[in-house]
C-alpha cells in the first residue's frame, strides 16, 4: 500500500504531517479524558460506536507511546492503558469490542511499548 501511495506522499507538505500527527494526538486525548471523566462520575458508556473510538484513540496513543519525547511517551502510555481499561470493561457487553482489545493488546507495537 505506501507504494501504492507514495507519490501522494511526497506532494505532502511536511508542515501538514507534522500538524496532523499533533492533532491526533490532542483529539484522541480528549477522547480518553472524556471516558476517564465518565468513569469518575460513575457513569458508564455502553455504546458500541464509542469502543470502536476509542479503539482508534488508543492505536494514535499507542504509536506516541514510541516518541522520543519522554514526556510524550509517558502521557501516551497513561492514555493507552486507560483506554483499553475502558475496553475491557465495555467488552463484557459486546463481543466485538473484546476482540478489538485481544488486537490492540497481541499487536506489535504495544509489545514492544509493554
Known sequence: MFIKLQHVIR??????????????LIHSRWIIRF??????????LHDPFI????AIA????LEHT???????AAAATLSFRSAIRYLKKLSKYWNSISELVC???????????N
Open 66 to 72: 514510541l516518541s522520543k519525547h519522554a514526556d510524550v
Open 103 to 113: 488486537a490492540k493488546l497481541s499487536c506489535p507495537m504495544f509489545l514492544r511499548a
Open 51 to 54: 469502543g470502536y473510538l476509542t
Open 35 to 44: 471516558l476517564d471523566e465518565m468513569d469518575e462520575a460513575g457513569m458508564m
Open 11 to 24: 506532494k505532502v507538505p511536511p508542515s501538514f504531517l507534522q500538524k496532523s500527527y499533533k492533532s491526533s
Open 58 to 61: 488508543a492505536t494514535i496513543q
